[in-house]
């Protein structure tokens, strides 16, 4: 990173620098469907505040050492996904400002996104968030306008008859139904669904309509327990079977525990355990690396452990879909985590499915410093 922060547009340190890995080569047919994973939602400008020595002071100015931007929202989960080698498609609708068509060109040029269900809504301006990273944690403000009906009509008609995938990440929200997951879920795509906070304080898994259609479920260790009432994560994690096949409940610094209801297997992986600087889209990285492992045909215990190594890799980056790991920084971690005098052998073969993953030209030097891009800048 320059001095100032600044760095290359992401079309220039997209993922040709990375090195490439298909985690599903082994597996992928004539008779596929085209996309890995299908995603629907919002896309956000991301603008990140880096170098804060600590909160912003009323009436005070804060001087930031460091400045990125780049897309965020869903986002942050599509360059995940792709980032790990996975075919990615994503419905949005985008702003016709300079931010939409940053936007656009970062996630379709620079990460190799399908964006052929999504479309750009004259009038509309783009949704910002800025977020402040300090002291381990980050401030968030956004800002949006209501989309015009054109923006409206787009956004819910993409979805409608989403592309054929293997699997979909969908967002689910308290007394909502998306028609477009049980569209997918007929189809024979694989919906994993994630969720946020229920600002209703209702906590009621009934009001979770399209969890019907999941095939896994992955809250964090309170949204687990509030649903199900249960005193511990784990427990919630068992309960939490009854309504879906494969429960996955994050458990912060402990790691992160499953329960799959098909097979009575259950699997539980210790964290990580890294100096954090910021945990924006930590949650959708762990995600997108468990997709990866469960559309790999991986056991569930290795689908934990890579699902919190990638989490652990992108908390030590700012920024949500900037810190998104790729299989350069899964080489590297790997190379290097070796080499470390005293590792306990028995963490080290938690790790060792990477070996056979990793190509001998993926080695960079450790630790690596992502490119932060920004709007400033257009490729040579």
Request: glycine share 8%.
């Given at each position: 990173?320059?001095?100032?922060?600044?760095?290359?547009?992401?079309?220039?340190?997209?993922?040709?620098?990375?090195?490439?890995?298909?985690?599903?080569?082994?597996?992928?047919?004539?008779?596929d469907p085209p996309w890995d994973v299908y995603l629907t939602g919002t896309v956000f400008l991301d603008i990140i505040f880096t170098g804060l020595d600590s909160a912003p002071v009323r009436g005070t100015?804060?001087?930031?050492?460091?400045m990125g931007s780049s897309p965020g929202g869903v986002a942050n989960m599509a360059t995940a996904l792709a980032r790990l080698g996975l075919r990615t498609s994503l419905a949005a609708a985008f702003g016709d400002d300079h931010y939409g068509e940053y936007c656009w060109d970062a996630l379709e040029q620079g990460e190799g996104i399908d964006l052929s269900p999504s479309r750009t809504v004259p009038g509309w301006h783009s949704?910002?968030?800025?977020?402040?990273?300090?002291?381990g944690e980050r401030t968030m403000v956004s800002h949006g306008h209501e989309p015009p009906p054109e923006a409206a009509l787009l956004q819910a008609a993409a979805p409608d008859c989403p592309p054929r995938a293997r699997a979909a990440v969908a967002s689910l929200t308290p007394g909502r139904r998306e028609p477009w997951i049980a569209r997918a879920a007929a189809h024979g795509t694989r919906v994993f669904g994630d969720v946020g906070w229920d600002d209703t304080g209702a906590w009621d898994l009934a009001g979770l309509a399209d969890l019907e259609h999941c095939e896994a479920f992955l809250p964090n260790a309170e949204e687990a327990m509030r649903y199900t009432g249960a005193g511990c994560p784990r427990a919630?994690?068992?309960?939490?079977?009854?309504?879906?096949?494969?429960?996955?409940?994050?458990?912060?610094?402990?790691?992160?525990y499953a329960v799959d209801r098909r097979t009575g297997e259950s699997a539980e992986v210790p964290a990580i355990d890294v100096e954090a600087m910021d945990p924006t889209g930590a949650g959708?990285?762990?995600v997108a690396g468990f997709v990866t492992g469960t559309l790999a045909g991986w056991p569930l215990a290795d689908r934990l452990a890579f699902a919190g190594l990638t989490a652990a890799l992108s908390v030590q980056e700012f920024g949500g879909s900037l810190s998104a790991p790729g299989w350069s920084e899964i080489a590297a971690w790997w190379r290097k985590v070796q080499s470390v005098e005293g590792q306990d052998p028995a963490a080290l073969r938690r790790y060792a499915f990477l070996e056979h993953l990793i190509p001998e030209e993926a080695t960079r030097p450790w630790p690596l410093r992502r490119a932060v891009p920004t709007i400033g800048f257009r490729p040579a």
């Open positions: 990173m320059a001095p100032n922060g600044k760095g290359p547009s992401p079309i220039t340190e997209g993922p040709q620098c990375q090195a490439r890995v298909d985690p599903l080569a082994a597996l992928r047919a004539p008779d100015e804060s001087w930031a050492r460091g949704p910002v968030t800025v977020s402040m990273a300090y002291e919630a994690a068992h309960a939490l079977t009854e309504h879906v096949p494969l429960a996955v409940v994050t458990l912060g610094a402990e790691g992160a959708d990285v762990f």
